[in-house]
């Protein structure tokens, strides 16, 4: 795991100077800037997350889908950006990270009572006095199918996971591809996907709960129509037709929603060559 950039992959000062310099630039701004995207393979989408980054300059990243072990992860791409990088990977498939121009302090792996050789799902890390999560739930594949259950215990574990180890009366920001489409809205063809995966009850339920913790949907708290998406399939021309899902969030403490100035889904790497299936969603915070 890094969590550091070195001196001579960014060519100015050391870490600790770079990030006491990013976080005095962010607090005279006011503003700290936090996405999330599933990149659907680090190394296929590396040059297409470099240019977003370069473009849109976020002070936080978060990454699920990096399908990448920690030692094949690009971390020196990103360093030279001025990127710090918290991650945990694993051969093709999973994997998560933290990308953050500003100090990150208490790392953790995993989740509450997980195997250390379970999935990479979660990461987590105190950015600028905000705790942050990056999640990648389970996909559940068929109501039918064992993973079904496996996603809805996931799930269970994350609210055990916020439980005992963030407090809702802080900052706390959880965020990620959670495999769930939360209403109507969310869907582009309801009746279609009513009681199958991603828009079945017992997924509403479970993600109720890890809401009730006392978390906000951001992009509900700013937008209330429907047709925006946050994935397409890559099969049937789902993103020309928008035949999509909104499945990424970014969930806030109440703090941090009265904070929270936009909220918004960028479709523009979507329309790129071999582009992910999902698209960043990135909150600003006062």
Known sequence: MHTEARDKRLG???????????????????????????????????????????????DVLCMQETKVTDDDFPTDEFMRLGYGVAMTGQLSYNGVAILSRLPMKEITIGLS??????????????????????????????????????????LESLRTTLDETANPNSDVLVCGDFNIAT?????????????????????????????????KDAFREHHAEGGLYSWWDYR??????????????????????????????????????KPSDHIPVMVELS
């Not at 250390?116 to 105190?126: N, S």
């Not at 890890?210 to 978390?215: C, D, N, V």
């Open 236 to 273: 049937g021309g789902g993103f020309r037709k928008n035949e999509g899902l909104r499945i990424d969030y970014v969930f806030l403490s109440e703090s941090l929603a009265k904070r929270c100035t936009s909220v918004t889904m960028d479709t523009e790497p979507r329309r790129l060559d």
């Open 12 to 58: 100015r000062g050391g870490p600790e100077q770079l990030g006491c310099e990013r976080e005095r630039a962010v607090l005279r701004r006011a503003e700290v800037k936090v996405a999330t995207w599933n990149v659907n393979s680090i190394r296929a989408r590396l040059d297409h997350a470099c240019d977003w980054l370069e473009r849109v300059q976020p």
């Open 113 to 154: 009572g997980h195997a250390a050789d379970a999935d990479r799902r979660a990461i987590a890390a105190t950015i600028a006095g905000v705790r942050i999560f990056s999640v990648y739930v389970p996909n559940g594949k068929s109501v039918s199918s064992p993973s079904f259950v496996e996603k809805l215990a996931w």
């Open 183 to 215: 209403d109507e809205r969310d869907v582009y063809a309801p009746e279609l996907f009513r009681g199958k995966t991603h828009f079945h009850p017992d997924e509403h339920r479970a993600l109720a709960k890890i809401r009730e913790f006392g978390l």
